[in-house]
């Protein structure tokens, strides 16, 4: 299973409905914002996993949210309600992981995704805040389960390999695979 289903399997249209009321957005325009988001966040995670201290940094962001439970929470009561807790600050622990995990990335991403989905501004980043641990979680887990088989290129690789697939999947046409690819291009 690819890192994007796993996080994919645990936003449903339960959790779909979450974010759209939290966002004051209806959830066919969430969702579309959240197909446009995923493989953004993790093409950006790719290209600061390659810059020094990248990788690191992202896998400290692993290890500091990326604890089983958040993951497990997502279905279960309060949900991503939970989560939530009504605060769309960019500056929030979301935001902060934000700027950690996708560096000089941060404002491609969030133009990127504002511009496929028509959400203004405000929203996308308080999307990426909420997405950011989500991702971090399913990168722990698929981490996990990876386990002593690895992946070529560590923590690196592993986004890379995710990133290139999700642009394969997008299309080089469409306007997430073309950005994707502008990212994914500056990859050494």
């Known amino acids: 299973m690819s890192l994007l289903d796993i996080v994919q399997q645990h936003l449903g249209p339960e959790q779909i409905q979450q974010i759209s009321q939290h966002l004051g957005t ?56 939970g989560m939530l807790g009504g605060n769309t600050n960019s500056s929030s622990t979301g935001g902060g992981l934000l700027g950690s995990i996708l560096g000089q990335h941060t404002a491609t991403v969030q133009n990127s995704v504002q511009t496929a989905s028509g959400l203004e501004s405000s929203k996308v980043t308080a999307l990426l805040a909420m997405l950011a641990p989500i991702v971090m979680a399913a990168l722990a887990q698929h981490q996990a389960a990876q386990g002593s088989t690895g992946t070529s290129g560590g923590l690196g690789g592993l986004l890379q390999q995710a990133a290139a697939a999700a642009q394969q999947n997008s299309g080089s046409s469409s306007p997430i695979g073309g950005m994707l690819g502008q990212i994914l291009g500056k990859l050494q």
Request: aromatic share 0%; glycine share 22%.
């Open 26 to 81: 209806d959830p066919a325009t969430t969702s579309n914002a959240i197909q446009a988001a995923l493989p953004m966040i993790v093409g950006g995670m790719a290209h600061t996993a390659q810059q020094p201290g990248g990788s690191s940094a992202i896998q400290n962001a692993v290890e500091a949210h990326g604890g089983g439970g958040i993951l497990d929470s997502l279905g279960g009561l309060g949900g991503l309600a």
